[in-house]
């Protein structure tokens, strides 16, 4: 093989590889956010979120891409485990289209496809048109760039060390192993299977060794998808693991059967009995469907296993339970208003709460640097945020119920509250955030400057506090004291940076610290403000209604 060979072959599996990411700009450009909404919205019902895998990777055209978006899913708490595998499952069977279409021998029209998409995109100027473009001319480069490999590969069916190296894969073992090392470094299961596909059709593979490959791409899928799960927090962790688990029970399902039943990979060279491409674009698409078939029943049991192998630790329990509705959760289609209010008041008082110990260990944090104090209150703003979307459906819903608008104003006035607590939750993140600033530009607030961050960060909790406490149990009397506490936080907050402005003048201060010290200030009168809100929102009804 020459040098000019090689880089033809590379240049198309680059021409290929970036063919698929055109593609996929363009289906995710034309369809704007769907696809995270169709993902974040797949309910508990597992042949749903299967159809919904199928679904995205369809128009995504990358399996990887599907597992990347539901693994951030339920490392956010916007997915279940048991709602990942059903998506996954889909994924999986999805992503074999990609080898059914370039199993149509299209390379000699590669390039008026290229021209046609490539004036769409350039030359015309609404957005839906040229991400049609964008993805007519992914197609044309995806086609070419099978032409590309296909030329660079003739000469390989000549070349003594090439037919030495694929005889080395004729044990299935083997085959299965490069398989899954190929596509690893590929990045992409979709491309290494077309490779291989390309190889069959040229004569340098056998269909049989092929499904073996095949097989391996299908494990190499989910390293992508490992690497991203480094990052994410334990759940996203377990999500990665859930993907690996179920292709490697595919694998050995799919090994079993066709050594127990050579008759199975016949009859499936039997459908195009004239085209390997074609016979092995089958052979993929039905695997694919086999291993969710057979799996699907013991979605349950996979799920448990990957729990078994990155086991729940007493925080994630907590933070589950966090993020779960607990009084608001299965309610009766009919409900008498007064119990709906009283759970739903109950349920935003969990959540205040939830709020009001993450600013207490933010505020801690803050003085006395915490790394795990860091990550609970960044994982707790997650749970609110969670909780905010999950009252606020509940709430829309009971408004929607054939209530007295005394009844519905309060409902809508409990909408904002929630809103007011997520600010607070917000808030906190933000004093964390200030914390790891001073840290990491080694930033200094003097002793006097800390002191009065604590007197206004006592004022600020105390304030939270008692909003809490008059919304929880309707104690409006307490409303004066309220408004006087959220004053005298408002006046203890012009005191507190009047007096460190006196002292940046007199170089008393560090100016990066006293940047920080402004924030946080700020920060914490804006709870305050948050917190009159919480307490003062159904103090009023209005006499009409």
């Given amino acids: 093989m020459t040098i000019y060979e090689f880089f033809t072959l590379m240049g198309g599996v680059g021409l290929f590889l970036y063919g698929m990411s055109i593609m996929s700009t363009g289906l995710k450009g034309a369809a704007g956010d769907k696809m995270q909404v169709i993902l974040e919205h797949a309910t508990a019902n597992r042949y749903l979120a299967v159809i919904v895998g199928i679904v995205v990777t369809l128009l995504i055209q990358s399996s990887s891409a599907t597992d990347m978006m539901v693994i951030s899913f339920v490392n956010s708490g916007l997915m279940t ?29 590669a390039p008026m496809i290229l021209f046609i998409g490539a004036m769409m995109y350039l030359f015309l100027k609404k957005n839906t048109v040229k991400y049609i473009g964008c993805i007519i001319m992914g197609f044309g480069m995806l086609f070419f760039g099978i032409a590309l490999i296909k030329e660079a590969i003739v000469p390989l069916s000549k070349s003594p060390e090439f037919i030495s190296f694929l005889t080395t894969l004729e044990h299935p073992a083997i085959a299965v192993i490069f398989g899954v090392l190929f596509t690893a470094v590929l990045q992409s299961s979709s491309s290494s299977v077309v490779i291989f596909q390309t190889f069959a059709a040229q004569g340098l593979l056998t269909f049989d060794i092929t499904v073996y490959l095949v097989i391996g791409a299908a494990i190499g899928s989910v390293a992508p998808n490992l690497l991203a799960s480094l990052t994410t927090n334990r759940n996203g962790k377990r999500t990665a693991i859930l993907n690996l688990l179920f292709n490697l029970i595919r694998a050995a399902i799919i090994i079993l059967l066709i050594n127990l039943f050579p008759a199975f990979l016949e009859l499936i060279r039997n459908l195009t009995p004239n085209s390997v491409g ?145 600010r607070i939750s917000d808030h906190a993140e933000n004093i964390v955030e200030y914390a790891m600033q001073l840290r990491e530009k080694k930033a200094v607030i003097s002793e006097t400057g800390r002191k009065e961050l604590r007197r206004l960060a006592d004022a600020a909790t105390k304030s939270l506090e008692m909003s809490l406490d008059i919304f929880e149990n309707e104690k409006y009397d307490l409303l004066p004291q309220m408004e006087q506490l959220e004053q005298n936080v408002d006046d203890l907050q012009v005191e507190v940076i009047n007096n460190h402005v006196q002292r940046l003048m007199q170089v008393a201060c560090d100016p990066m ?27 009023k009804i209005p006499a009409d209604l």
């Fill in 513 to 539: 610290g006293g940047v920080i010290f402004t924030d946080m200030a700020t920060n914490l009168e804006r709870c305050s403000d948050h917190a009159l809100n919480v307490a003062t929102a159904l103090a």
């Fill in 81 to 109: 485990l048991a709602q990942a595998i059903g998506v996954i499952m889909g994924a999986n069977i999805g992503t074999t289209v990609t080898a059914q279409i370039t199993a149509f021998n299209l390379g000699a029209y």
């Fill in 278 to 422: 074609r016979q092995v674009a089958n052979a993929h698409t039905i695997f694919a469907i086999l291993a969710v078939v057979i799996e699907f029943p013991f979605a349950g049991a996979i799920v448990s296993l990957a729990q078994r192998i990155i086991p729940m630790k007493e925080e994630e329990s907590r933070q589950l339970e966090n993020r779960q509705l607990r009084y608001l959760n299965h309610l009766p289609s009919v409900l008498p208003s007064s119990v709906a209010l009283q759970q739903s008041r109950r349920e935003i008082s969990r959540m205040g709460h939830i709020a009001l110990n993450s600013i207490y260990e933010a505020i801690e944090c803050f003085f006395e640097p915490d790394e795990k104090k860091i990550t609970d209150v960044i994982e707790t703003e997650d749970s609110v945020d969670v909780l905010t979307d999950a009252i606020s459906q509940k709430l829309i819903a009971l408004r929607s119920r054939d209530y007295g608008p005394r009844d519905v104003y309060q409902l809508s006035q409990m909408m904002m509250i929630v809103s007011d607590i997520e």
